[in-house]
Each structure stands twice: as structure tokens, then as C-alpha cells.
């Protein structure tokens, strides 16, 4: 009797085990490419923004360029020298040094110095010095916009847009009269009006189609035009 009980449980127990749940296959560990993917966008999102900033340079880089064909044209121009200077002449003053008062071209030569040095205050006063002391002096549309630019990188607006302007109005055959069509576009799309700053360019474009100014528009400002 206990043979057979002891033979019925080691049945039991070889069937119990047959009969168990098989093991859990393995599963292979994959990796997953959200990762990657998130990589590869984040890297995207840094070439876009790298791609604006080289954008950005370059444009800045084309007015700096501009500015400098400007500068050096103006020398060049200054190598001779400024004429009608009799509109005011000039005068012995009774100082003990005895010093004379500036000819037209040292005081436009002395402005122009404080612009190109980046002292523009000095710049703005000496440029109208020279406009107030030789009205009729040639180079009374150079100093007009230079004077404009002074202003402008003082972030006078206001009295910018007078010396642009009175380049325009007084002086529209004056090589300087283009640039300075742009530079008051430059200034209305700045304050906002884009109106005025498009009337401005198709001006320029009607009057100078083949100025050099025309061809030298800002990126920038197209693009601020173009929104």
C-alpha cells in the first residue's frame, strides 16, 4: 500500500512539472531612436539659427563695406582742394595767439576727422559750422549728409531726417542724393512707416535708377519692407 502511494505521488509530481507554463521567452532588448531623432532635430534647429546668423553678418558686413567705398571715395575726393571758400572768408581773430579762423576746407576736413573717429557730437558741430560759415561751398551737400549720419549714430532721428532731406530737396543732383533717399527709408521703416519708407525707395528708383545707392539697399530693409 505505501509502494503504490509513494508511486502515485511521484506520478503526480513528474506530471505537475510537465504540465508547468514553459519560460518567458527572452526578449531581445531594441533600442529605441527617439533619441536620435531628437538629435537629429535638435541639431536642424542649430543650423537654421546658425544659417540667420551668418544671414545677419553678411548683411552687416555689405553696409559696412558700403560705408567704407563711401569713406574712401570722400577722401579721395578730399586729396584736392575744397573750393568757394570765399562765401564767408576768413578772419583774423584778435586772440593773443593770433591764430586764424579755419578755412572752409580745415573745418570741413576737421568734422569729417571726427566722424571717421567716431566722435560724433564733434562731428555734428563741426558740420554745421561749416554749413552756417560757407553756404555756397560745394561740398555743402557732403557735409548735409554726413551731418545726417552723425546724428543717426547718435540715434537723433529727428535732426537726422532734416539733414537727409534738406540732400533731397536742395541738392537732388548731388551724388550724395541717393544715399541719402536710403538712408530716410532706413529711418521711416525704423519709426515704423513703411509707407513712407516704400514711397522713399521708388523715389530713389524713378530719379536714380542707376545710382549706385539703388543697388546698395539694405537686406534688411527689404526684408522689414517686404513684412
Not at 532588448?29 to 541639431?43: D, F, N, T, Y
Not at 579762423?101 to 555734428?124: E, G, K, N, R, V
Not at 552756417?132 to 557732403?142: D, L, S, T, V
Amino acid at each position: 500500500m505505501r509502494c503504490t502511494i509513494l508511486i502515485l505521488t511521484c506520478l503526480s509530481v513528474t506530471l505537475l512539472s510537465g504540465c508547468a507554463a514553459p519560460p518567458a521567452p527572452s526578449r531581445s532588448v531594441v533600442p529605441s531612436s527617439r533619441p536620435l531623432e531628437q538629435k537629429v532635430m535638435a541639431q536642424q534647429r542649430q543650423l537654421v539659427d546658425l544659417d540667420a546668423t551668418v544671414q545677419q553678418l553678411a548683411t552687416a558686413l555689405a553696409t559696412t563695406q558700403n560705408e567704407l567705398t563711401s569713406l574712401r571715395r570722400e577722401v579721395s575726393l578730399l586729396k584736392t582742394p575744397l573750393q568757394n571758400e570765399q562765401s564767408v572768408p576768413a578772419v583774423t581773430t584778435t586772440s593773443d595767439t593770433g591764430s586764424r579762423q579755419p578755412s572752409a576746407t580745415d573745418t570741413y576736413l576737421q568734422a569729417f576727422s571726427a566722424y571717421t573717429a567716431a566722435d560724433y557730437s564733434a562731428a555734428t558741430s563741426g558740420f554745421n559750422t561749416f554749413i552756417q560759415r560757407y553756404p555756397r561751398n560745394p561740398y555743402i551737400p557732403n557735409a548735409y549728409f554726413w551731418n545726417g549720419e552723425a546724428l543717426l549714430a547718435q540715434n537723433n532721428l529727428e535732426q537726422a531726417v532734416e539733414a537727409f532731406s534738406a540732400v533731397v530737396k536742395e541738392y537732388p543732383e548731388a551724388h550724395k542724393a541717393p544715399d541719402a533717399l536710403v538712408k530716410l527709408a532706413q529711418i521711416y521703416a525704423q519709426l515704423g512707416q513703411t509707407s513712407q519708407a516704400q514711397q522713399l525707395l521708388h523715389q530713389l528708383e524713378l530719379k536714380y535708377p542707376k545710382s549706385s545707392a539703388r543697388k546698395r539697399i539694405p537686406q534688411t530693409l527689404l526684408d522689414t519692407l517686404a513684412q
